[in-house]
């Protein structure tokens, strides 16, 4: 599960800087990101670019793991 965790992570950065302060076209922006982690080209979908555009959505949210303030972490689905 840490392992999946650190995933997301990985590629909310990878996004992030990816985009920069601008970026005009979603899908040269998924090409970039999936060239940073190493993905082949055959991933570069629309589908994926929605994904990475989610992310787009938290950009000021550096890191996806933090836990806000009075908030205990979430162990299992069972918490939700």
Do not use: W, Y
């Amino acid at each position: 599960m840490d392992k999946a965790l650190d995933f997301l992570q990985k590629i909310h950065k990878a996004v992030l800087a990816s985009a920069g302060k601008d970026f005009c076209d979603l899908m040269d922006l998924t090409q970039k990101t999936a060239t940073v982690l190493g993905l082949p080209p055959q991933v570069v979908t629309p589908l994926l670019a929605k994904t990475f555009a989610a992310n787009l959505q938290l950009r000021d949210k550096k890191n996806l793991l933090s836990i806000p303030q009075g908030r205990e972490r979430i162990n299992s689905f069972s918490q939700i």
